[in-house]
């Protein structure tokens, strides 16, 4: 089993090679895209690296990991760009590397969500509230909601009102009003 994962890994890291060398020429201190995923740090000078990667033909999981690296505020920049990649992604979970059936990864549209979560601003708020409301986009709308749970705009409050109703999102957003931490109910 262990040399299983090793070839995986090895794998992982050869795809990874040429991102991660241009992430290291700007600075970067990483051996993986994930390394940039939930990093405290901004890194600015990165996105548009991120950005050219992610349109060039990775494996679902690389190319998850350059969607969760771009749920950073500096991304807002090309979010029309990771709106239509969202809106022509398949939800669902895949297989790490073509045949490779062990492992699965937050899918590629769920990654996306997180990227629009993390890069939307006030000015994009109404459409990320569009997005979160339209069903075709399933279960990864979850990963849409957060932000209007942080936000003191009315047109915020109307949307989680709206969507406490929603079969998918329902659970979700009624578990804020029994947590303490100040969210409107």
Not at 93 to 116: R, S
Request: charged share 25%; glycine share 6%; with cysteine.
């Amino acid at each position: 089993m262990g040399d299983i994962w090793a070839i995986r890994d090895a794998r992982r890291l050869e795809e990874e090679q040429t991102i991660v060398n241009d992430l290291r020429e700007a600075g970067a201190n990483v051996t993986s895209v994930w390394d940039l995923v939930n990093s405290r740090s901004g890194y600015p000078t990165l996105v548009p690296i991120l950005m050219k990667h992610l349109q060039l033909p990775y494996s679902d999981r690389t190319r998850s990991g350059i969607a969760r690296a771009l749920a950073v505020p500096a991304a807002s920049e090309y979010w029309d760009f990771l709106v239509q990649q969202y809106i022509n992604a398949k939800e669902g979970k895949g297989p790490v590397f073509p045949g490779e059936e062990t492992e699965f990864v937050l899918g590629f549209k769920e990654a996306l969500a997180c990227a629009l979560s993390g890069s939307v601003t006030e000015d994009t708020l109404p459409q990320l509230i569009e997005l979160a409301k339209d069903p075709a986009h399933g279960e990864s709308r979850l990963l849409l909601i957060g932000p209007l749970r942080r936000s003191k705009a009315a047109i915020s409050k109307d949307a989680v009102d709206e969507l406490r109703h929603d079969p998918q999102l329902a659970k979700e957003i009624n578990s804020w009003r029994r947590s303490n931490d100040g969210v409107r109910s």
